[in-house]
Structure formats: C-alpha cells, structure tokens
C-alpha cells in the first residue's frame, strides 16, 4: 500500500489513534498486581508470567502505534497551531520513545523471576536498578515529558478548535492518571485512565477516519465551520 496519497496517511493515523489506547487498554486490564517493592514484583511476576509478559508486549506494541497517531495530531494542528503543535507533538514523542525502553525493560524482569533465576540476587539487582539516577532517569524524563507535551498539545487542540472542547482536558486527565497509575502501582487507575484515553483519542482518530482528504490536508471541517457560524451571527 502506497501512502504517500493523504487519504492514506489520514487511515494510517486515524486507525493508530483508535488502536494505542485499546492496546494500551487491553494491556492494563490483563495486568497483574503491580507491586513498588522489587521483592514482591518479581513474586507476583513469578506466579503471573503468562499475564506479565501480554501486559508487557501489549504495552510495547501500543507505545510503537502511538507514534503515527502523534504525527496525525501534529498534522492537524500545522496550519491554526504550528507552534503548540510542534512543540507539544515532540515532546510526546521524545516521552513515548523513552516509555518504549521502560516496556522493553519489563521483559527483563519477565526473566529475572524465571524459577531459575537466584530470587535473593535479581531482587538486589533490580533494586539497585531501581534506585541509581542513572538508570532512572530517562524513565523520569519520559513521564515528564509526556505530560508536559500533552498539556502543550491539548491547548493547541483546544486553539485551533479541530476537535470538540472536552477532549483537550480528557487528554490531561487520562496522561495524569495514567502516569499516577504506574507510580502508584494501581491496575485499577491504569485501566480506567486508558479507557479515558481510549475515548479522546478515538473520538479523534474517527474524526481523522472521516475527514474529507481536502478537509485532512487543509484546515479540518470542524475549524472550518466554527467561524463560518460566528461571522453569521
């Protein structure tokens, strides 16, 4: 399949804007207990591997989809938001790059609670892992940047009015609750905040799915009709 015709990109980045966050989705609810202590994870990873393993590799595989839905939302806003476009777009991609070490990350661990493995040694290795600046940093980077961006690209949204007003905050609530999630080791929050996500970026990628390729390679319809209707009034 071609895509360098727009109506195929608008498909590519429609469908990835519906399918990163069912995947991300799909990955939270199979999820077992997740743990802040070292010792106890690798337990739960230990009775759990099968699960551990799909919430990991649905995870990965959601971080990889969502980097064309982040193009598609940057190219919807390079024309009435460029600026906060750019800014906000590259700033999620440098955080979903950094997440997608932290995905490949969990398939070590996957390892470490092999019932071959020394308990007592992949505990203190992950822990020191764990604890040492430099090894968490670029996971520290990843959440900041990924709220930030977000923030960034949701009042460009919000701006340039290509998408209904309450999806520009449904995306900070959900990355909020999200990142919460994971700092909190909560399956629970993990799945209701990708379900939030799941309805903000979906909205968006039907509108993407639907758009005119005129309306996807110039100003949306939505933005188009917005002030069509306030000079009418």
Same mark, same amino acid.
């Given at each position: 399949?071609k ?6 990109f608008?498909?590519?980045a429609?469908?990835?804007?519906v399918l990163a ?7 939270s ?9 070292e010792g ?10 099968d699960?551990?393993y &799909?919430?990991?590799? #649905? ?6 989809? !969502?980097?064309p839905a %982040?193009? =598609?939302?940057m190219h919807? *806003?390079?024309?009435r938001?460029?600026g ?5 777009g590259?700033?999620?991609m ?6 997608i070490?932290d ?5 070590v661990q ?8 020394d ?5 203190? &290795?992950?822990?020191? #892992?764990?604890d040492?600046p430099?090894?968490? !940093?670029?996971l520290? %980077?990843? =959440?900041?940047?990924?709220? *930030?961006g977000?923030?960034?690209?949701a009042?460009?949204?919000y ?7 309450w ?14 999630g994971f ?12 379900a939030?996500?799941?309805a903000a970026?979906?909205?968006i990628?039907?509108?993407?799915l639907?758009?005119s390729?005129?309306?996807w ?7 188009r009709a917005?002030p069509?209707?306030?000079s009418?009034?």
């Amino acid at each position: 399949m071609k895509l360098s015709g727009p109506h195929h990109f608008r498909r590519l980045a429609g469908a990835s804007l519906v399918l990163a966050p069912l995947l991300l989705l799909a990955s939270s609810a199979v999820s077992p207990a997740l743990k802040s202590d070292e010792g106890a994870q690798l337990a739960v990873i230990a009775r759990h591997p099968d699960r551990f393993y &799909l919430f990991s590799m #649905l995870g990965l595989v959601s971080a990889i989809v !969502l980097v064309p839905a %982040l193009l =598609g939302l940057m190219h919807m *806003l390079r024309e009435r938001a460029p600026g906060w476009g750019y800014i906000g777009g590259g700033l999620m991609m440098l955080g979903n790059l950094l997440s997608i070490g932290d995905w490949m990350g969990n398939f070590v661990q996957w390892q470490m609670a092999a019932p071959s493995a020394d308990r007592e040694q992949m505990t203190a &290795l992950l822990t020191r #892992l764990d604890d040492t600046p430099g090894s968490a !940093l670029p996971l520290q %980077l990843s =959440g900041f940047a990924f709220l *930030l961006g977000t923030a960034v690209l949701a009042i460009g949204l919000y701006r340039a009015r290509t998408v209904p007003a309450w999806i520009a905050p449904a995306l900070v609530v959900g990355i909020v609750a999200n990142l919460a999630g994971f700092v909190a080791s909560s399956v629970e929050l993990l799945i209701a905040s990708s379900a939030v996500l799941l309805a903000a970026l979906g909205w968006i990628g039907a509108i993407a799915l639907t758009e005119s390729d005129d309306g996807w390679e110039h100003t949306p319809e939505l933005a188009r009709a917005r002030p069509a209707a306030s000079s009418a009034r």
